[in-house]
């Protein structure tokens, strides 16, 4: 029998969970549904699939690379791979350059494509989907995993099977639709043979590739090319820019699956959600006897069938029917759930203006820690600074401001200039404008301190690198 590694596909924006999802941070590697992140929710589902299931390979956005590795960390998890994407291409160049990836050993392992940012209620019922679908692989089979419908559903598309379902077996696929209108969702559902098209596949590298070496040649060049131009970088891989940026841009969908021969459709029926907006979130969320779903520190008076989410205080309604609203420290949404798929509309609005708020939270996450905007004004800023036990800030300095830095608990190693000292908890130094400085912490226990900035320019594009232990430039 094949290896089986799972390739986790995450480079998603997830625009339509804003404001709790921001493209730095997007909604798979937040704690959507509970507090471990999607992300992490996927690789520890992956668990119990099968006794040889190996470590997987993830594919991410190059500035979402540090949260990847973090997150597989924090879920014990060690990838065979996480390989970076320069540039968006979809998602069939992405499950190229992994199975490209995956026979660097000399196997030829059955992979399973899954997106990061999908929740089951019965993972047992995914287990046996996925057994069902390795019989039907490992036989030269392009499997798509097909979820039993609910509901007529206008949002996905559709895969239509060419006989009976059956949940035991992989049949084969007649043809895939496109999203319908309500009245062909209803024909589709009362008929018994479509299915929605969860995005979650599985093959043969060796098949995969030589499906799209026929039918799209082009993009199979070009991820090769980024694949063998590629290089090392920490844990990661960086897929060669220039080569990747040639592929064209589709999802497996398109330039494969329904023009392949090979196609076949397992019924998925666990309980699944793409959780593609704060109505989704809602529906798989417990909910009390009024129908209400709710996170964080939340007041409810005479209200139903509502979702809150509290981020950093107090929310509290009244006397409301079918509401979301989603708290966060720089932003508060609130809609009613039949209109939580224009969320993206404000996102777009939020894209034409520059705001930062489409791009980060008030508190962003490093590699070697995080800091939080507590408040700004006229030539000042200030902070309070995370760093993680044995993390160093690049070695670096500043044109247009000075930086006090005040340590609230922990030890920080410091060095100004040619000057190096320890400062502890209470105690404080000064670095003037323009003097090389770097931050490091020497202990076992997290570094909290204050930055208190000043000068006449404030941005994060002031800063001068010289080295820096996570390669960025």
């Given at each position: 029998m094949s290896p089986l590694i799972p390739v986790v596909l995450s480079g998603g924006s997830g625009s339509r969970l804003w404001p709790l999802s921001r493209s730095l941070r997007p909604k798979?590697?937040?704690?959507?549904?509970?507090?471990a992140s999607l992300f992490q929710l996927t690789l520890q589902r992956l668990q119990g699939i099968t006794a040889d299931v190996m470590r997987p390979i993830v594919v991410a956005n190059n500035d979402h690379r540090?949260?990847?590795?973090?997150?597989?960390?924090?879920?014990?998890?060690?990838?065979?791979?996480?390989?970076?994407?320069?540039?968006?291409?979809?998602?069939?160049?992405?499950?190229?350059?992994?199975?490209?990836?995956?026979?660097?050993?000399g196997d030829d392992p059955v992979l399973l494509v899954?997106?990061?940012?999908?929740?089951?209620?019965?993972?047992?019922?995914?287990?046996?989907?996925?057994?069902?679908?390795?019989?039907?692989?490992?036989?030269?089979?392009?499997?798509?995993?097909?979820?039993?419908?609910?509901?007529?559903?206008?949002?996905?598309?559709?895969?239509?099977?060419?006989?009976?379902?059956?949940?035991?077996?992989?049949?084969?696929?007649?043809?895939?639709?496109?999203?319908?209108?309500?009245?062909?969702?209803?024909?589709?559902?009362?008929?018994?043979?479509?299915?929605?098209?969860?995005?979650?596949?599985?093959?043969?590298?060796?098949?995969?590739l030589q499906e799209l070496a026929q039918h799209n040649p082009a993009m199979l060049a070009a991820c090769e090319a980024a694949w063998r131009l590629g290089s090392k970088d920490l844990e990661f891989v960086r897929l060669d820019k220039e080569a990747f940026a040639q592929s064209p841009s589709?999802?497996?969908?398109?330039?494969?699956?329904?023009?392949?021969a090979?196609?076949?459709?397992?019924?998925?029926?666990?309980?699944?959600?793409?959780?593609?907006?704060?109505?989704?979130?809602?529906?798989?969320?417990?909910?009390?006897?009024?129908?209400?779903?709710?996170?964080?520190?939340?007041?409810?008076?005479?209200?139903?069938?509502?979702?809150?989410?509290?981020?950093?205080?107090?929310?509290?309604?009244?006397?409301?029917?079918?509401?979301?609203?989603?708290?966060t420290s720089d932003a508060v949404l609130v809609t009613h759930k039949d209109k939580a798929q224009d969320v993206k509309k404000v996102?777009?609005?939020?894209?034409?203006?520059?705001?930062?708020?489409?791009?980060?939270?008030?508190?962003?996450?490093?590699?070697?820690?995080?800091?939080?905007?507590?408040d700004s004004g006229e030539r000042f800023q200030v902070k309070r600074i995370v760093v993680k036990p044995g993390a160093k800030l690049s070695v670096q300095m500043h044109h247009h401001r000075a930086e006090h830095w005040v340590v609230v608990s922990g030890t920080a190693s410091v060095c100004i200039g040619d000057e190096t000292k320890l400062i502890t908890e209470n105690q404080s130094v000064y670095i003037p404008v323009g003097v090389v400085h770097s931050l490091e912490n020497p202990g076992k226990l997290p570094l909290h301190l204050i930055e208190v900035q000043s000068g006449s320019y404030l941005g994060e594009d002031d800063i001068v690198r010289f080295s820096d232990q996570y390669g960025r430039a």
């Open positions: 798979q590697f937040l704690g959507v549904t509970e507090d540090f949260l990847v590795g973090e997150q597989c960390r924090e879920a014990g998890i060690e990838p065979l791979s996480i390989l970076l994407e320069p540039v968006a291409r979809n998602t069939a160049p992405a499950i190229t350059v992994a199975a490209l990836a995956s026979q660097e050993g899954l997106p990061s940012d999908h929740t089951f209620a019965n993972v047992p019922a995914f287990h046996h989907a996925v057994r069902v679908g390795l019989q039907a692989a490992e036989a030269g089979a392009l499997v798509t995993f097909g979820i039993v419908p609910t509901h007529a559903e206008t949002g996905y598309g559709y895969v239509k099977a060419a006989q009976a379902l059956n949940a035991n077996a992989a049949v084969p696929v007649a043809q895939f639709v496109e999203k319908p209108n309500l009245a062909t969702a209803q024909a589709y559902l009362q008929e018994g043979s479509y299915t929605w098209n969860s995005g979650m596949f599985m093959f043969k590298a060796s098949v995969f589709d999802s497996v969908d398109y330039a494969v699956m329904e023009k392949t090979k196609a076949v459709v397992v019924p998925l029926d666990a309980g699944w959600s793409d959780v593609g907006a704060w109505s989704a979130v809602w529906q798989v969320l417990p909910q009390d006897d009024q129908g209400n779903a709710t996170r964080g520190d939340v007041l409810l008076e005479g209200v139903t069938n509502s979702y809150v989410h509290a981020d950093n205080r107090l929310v509290a309604l009244i006397g409301v029917d079918g509401l979301v609203v989603v708290e996102v777009d609005r939020l894209k034409a203006q520059k705001r930062p708020e489409v791009d980060v939270h008030r508190e962003v996450f490093r590699p070697w820690g995080s800091y939080d905007s507590v």
